[in-house]
């Protein structure tokens, strides 16, 4: 028993070694794909602060170490990762640490919630299909599936809008709360789920459509295997099948597409935070690509990476939970 402990905490600790060598070497291609971008920074801030004299110029690059080599500013980077500085944002005169926890929170409710819906909705969606293979409701939900992943995700997002907030007037249309208000409680949960719904529904819908059809070819593929045909020879139900036999199976190559796709979603909430004013990393790594604060940027592309790498190793939980047949290496 003490054998088997040991062993999961050596794979657990070269897990961790993995991670934190995977978040490195991005951090060291972040600051060299930023770095390498047209523009002189100090010229940037110099600009925004009503200053452009020489002088300025060098006390900017200095205070912000851009005077140094390549090299040099690069181990600096590092050396502050490593005790989680992530710098200083010129441009709103704040930490970069304190304006990621400040919209880190709305981001995460927002992909956490489009994930879920992407993810039950494909899966029940998928199973239906699959089960009826041939039949009006699979060609359905195949149609559905095929207009959904074509449609383009902004023009989603604008037309429920159009619909739900403009002419129907049941969900607000911008925002992640009722500004001007004081309520608390179970009001103020239900004002920023319905803040939630449009957006949640919209970054949602492309990855259900994938999801679902991903769903439905697996159904069928795990419905010619023998063990279920065994299982109908010996009279049980369509519905134990496909939960207790048919299930889980087809569920792994959901889980591995939603596991790599956990990084599109997060960056897919680029597009939606601006379509419906939601203020999270998306909005603000936008304003700081067009602010040119290569700070901000930089820390952004650093927690995502972390989160991304995170649902990863969630995926592989959830693979040994679905199939206890996978052993982590």
């Known amino acids: 028993m003490n054998l088997q402990w040991l062993k999961g905490l050596g794979a657990l600790g070269v897990r961790l070694a993995k991670m934190v060598a995977v978040v490195l070497l991005i951090a060291i291609f972040n600051f060299m794909l930023v770095r390498a971008a047209p523009g002189d ?11 452009t004299d020489a002088a ?32 200083y944002s010129h441009r709103q005169q704040r930490t970069v640490a304190s304006a990621i926890a400040e919209r880190l929170p709305a981001t995460l409710l927002l992909t956490l919630s489009a994930f879920a819906i992407s993810l039950v909705g494909g899966v029940v969606l998928g199973a239906l299909a699959g089960v009826r293979a041939g039949k009006l409701s699979d060609t359905l939900i195949s149609l559905l599936a ?19 907030s403009v002419q129907l007037g049941w969900l607000p249309a911008f925002g992640y709360q009722t500004i001007g208000t004081s309520i608390s409680g179970w009001a103020a949960v239900v004002d920023k789920l319905r803040h939630l719904a ?16 991903l769903m439905r070819s697996s159904i069928i593929e795990v ?10 020879a010996k009279g049980a139900s369509e519905g134990r099948i496909l939960w207790r036999h048919m299930l889980r199976n087809a569920l792994l190559p959901v889980v591995t597409m939603a596991g790599v796709q956990a990084g ?7 597009v939606i935070e601006t379509v419906f004013a939601w203020p999270g990393l998306g909005r603000l790594t936008y304003d700081a690509v067009l602010q040119r604060d290569y700070q901000v940027m930089l820390g952004v ?14 995926t592989d939980l959830l693979y040994r939970v679905i199939d206890p047949r996978i052993q982590a290496a």
């Open 41 to 51: 920074p100090a010229l940037v801030m110099a600009g925004q602060s009503g200053a």
């Open 56 to 87: 300025f110029l060098e006390r900017v690059r200095a205070d912000y170490g851009l005077d140094k080599p390549m090299a040099t500013q690069l181990v600096t980077y590092l050396g502050k990762i490593v005790t989680l500085d992530l710098g």
């Open 146 to 164: 095929l207009v959904i992943y074509a449609t383009p995700v902004f023009w989603l997002g604008l037309m429920l809008v159009l619909l739900f």
């Open 198 to 213: 449009l957006p949640a529904f919209t970054l949602g819908m492309l990855y259900l459509a994938i999801y679902a059809r």
């Open 223 to 232: 419905g010619h295997q023998d063990y279920v045909k065994t299982a109908r």
């Open 264 to 270: 599109t979603l997060i960056g897919g909430s680029v």
């Open 301 to 314: 592309f650093l927690v995502l990476s972390v989160l991304v790498i995170f649902f990863n190793w969630v």
